[in-house]
């Protein structure tokens, strides 16, 4: 049974700096493309960073956020930096054997962890 479980989020002022976790289980986890995703209120689930042996980047986050991997402890982060009010949203991450950078492609998600960004 894979499970994905994020950890990290919170409240944090403007400009400052969250780093989430997302341990994973059940699964050869260095085999697996992990990414990030978010969700607003109202809105739809985006694309925000993916990483293989290589990473990739939503443009919204691009120079702020930082997607990394331990294949020792299975588990991927994401280090936000700078962050934004528009930065708020429920963050997921997900696994995927032949994913990148649509949502569609992964197989497993987790529960999702709150970030809220104050001004």
């Known amino acids: 049974q894979v499970q994905l479980v994020e950890s990290g989020g919170g409240l944090v002022q403007a400009g400052g700096s969250l780093r989430l976790s997302c341990a994973a289980s059940?699964?050869?986890?260095?085999?697996?493309?992990m990414g990030w995703f978010r969700q607003a209120p109202g809105k739809e689930r985006e694309f925000v960073a993916a990483?293989?042996?290589?990473?990739y980047y939503a443009d919204s986050v691009k120079g702020r956020f930082t997607i990394s991997r331990d294949n020792a402890k299975n588990t991927v982060y994401l280090q936000m930096n700078s962050l934004k009010p528009e930065d708020t949203a429920v963050y997921y991450c997900?696994?995927?054997?032949?994913?990148?950078?649509?949502?569609?492609?992964?197989?497993?998600w987790g529960q999702g962890t709150q970030v809220t960004v104050s001004l």
């Open positions: 997900a696994a995927g054997v032949a994913a990148w950078l649509n949502r569609d492609e992964y197989d497993y």
């Open positions: 059940g699964l050869t986890f260095s085999s697996y493309a």
């Open positions: 990483i293989t042996w290589k990473t």
